[in-house]
Each structure stands twice: as C-alpha cells, then as structure tokens.
C-alpha cells in the first residue's frame, strides 16, 4: 500500500489518500475540503476511487464528503454510528465556521470497532477510539505498520475534548487501550501537523508521557 497526504481546508487538515499498489484502488480518509484538489491528486497518480473513509464527523474532516461523492459516486463508510449527530448537523457546522454550503450525507455503512475495510487488495482495521467525538474511528493497515488516527492523537498534543460529547478520560482510555498496543514501531498520520510513532508519543507526549510506562 501506498500513501500521500492532502492538506485542505483552513484547519490543514491531513486528508490522506491510500492505495493499492496492484490495482491502483484508493480510498480517500477524511475529505474535508478542496475537492478539486483531492481528485487532481488521484488523477496524476492514475488512481480509482474506490470510497471514501471518514474517522469523524467534524466539518475539516467531512465537510467535501457529500461533494467527493456527488462526483464519483462511490461508497462513504464511516464513521461510528455515535458521530450521526456531527454529520447530521453539518449545515450549521458549515455556518458555524465560514465553509460555503457543506451538506450531510449519510454513510453507506457505519463502522464498529474490528470492521475490516478493503479496496483493492489492501485491508484495514477498524478501532473505534471516542473521546474527541464518541464516534471517532482509526483506520490501521497492519502489513505497513501504518494508522490514520485522525483527532486522536496528534505529534505531541491529544485531541481535544471539549466539543459537545467530547470526553478526556475516555481520550486517554483509547490510546491507551487502542492505539499504543499496536505497537511503538506504527507510524500515524493525524488530522492536522506531522507524522509521528506511537513509540515516540508514549514516550515524549507531554499529555502521555510517564502515564503508560
């Protein structure tokens, strides 16, 4: 599997494109913006979209979810089934931070923690981590040691969590519970900034630091 990330949105949201190496299927996470953009990059990589994947329902993750599909018409799965209220209430998101016009949708299919997703040749885990929504997903591809993680974790800071539902205890729960059993060698991509492992969080993140060993 192969990856690059496509920052969109005045949040510079890492919006990520996977893809299968073999058949050149791709899945789209987390498009929250720019569009045009984001299909201009499939395009030069001589990509099919496959679907589209969403960790949560915040606007700069999922507000070019209704538009990406308008255009392609492929499958939207994610997030949990607890973020339907995020994505049910986009319209006032979009007039809540200045984005033009952004639509709900409704996912083909919600997700569970340990669903599989799959495009192409490439499988991924389902981890259901809530904490900066109660519906946020993480998308993991074992064989690359690779996560989306989203607003869960970030290079050096958590997710917040004082959004409605928002909750810090089971923040930490999930990535402690979740993401730093995969392994210190997984690198993550998260929603916004730079790429980091959870080896380097677990021992560096001032948030995390000392908490796990």
Not at 79 to 104: K, L, N
Not at 137 to 145: L, Q, Y
Not at 155 to 161: E, K, M
Request: glycine share 12%.
């Amino acid at each position: 599997m192969r990856y690059t990330v496509v920052p969109v949105t005045p949040f510079e949201q890492n919006c990520t494109i996977f893809w299968c190496e073999q058949t050149r299927q791709a899945a789209v996470i987390d498009p929250g913006g720019d569009i045009d953009r984001v299909l201009g990059v499939l395009a030069d990589e001589g990509l099919t979209l496959a679907k589209v994947l969403v960790t949560h329902g915040h606007i700069d993750h999922a507000g070019g979810v209704a538009a990406l599909v308008e255009k392609t018409g492929v499958p939207v799965e994610g997030p949990h089934a607890e973020d339907r209220f995020w994505i049910d209430g986009m319209p006032q998101q979009s007039r809540m931070f200045g984005f033009p016009d952004v639509r709900s949708f409704t996912p083909d299919r919600w997700l569970q923690d340990g669903d599989k997703v799959s495009f192409g040749e490439v499988e991924l885990d389902v981890l259901h981590c809530p904490g900066h929504t109660p519906g946020h997903v993480v998308f993991f591809h074992a064989p690359s040691r690779l996560a989306q993680v989203g607003d869960v974790l970030f290079q050096g800071s958590i997710g917040r969590t004082d959004f409605p539902r928002g909750d810090y205890d089971t923040l930490i729960a999930s990535i402690k519970d979740k993401l730093f059993p995969l392994g210190d060698d997984v690198e993550f991509i998260p929603g916004h900034g730079p790429m980091s492992t959870f080896g380097e969080e677990r021992r560096y993140n001032p948030f995390l630091s000392g908490r796990f060993g």
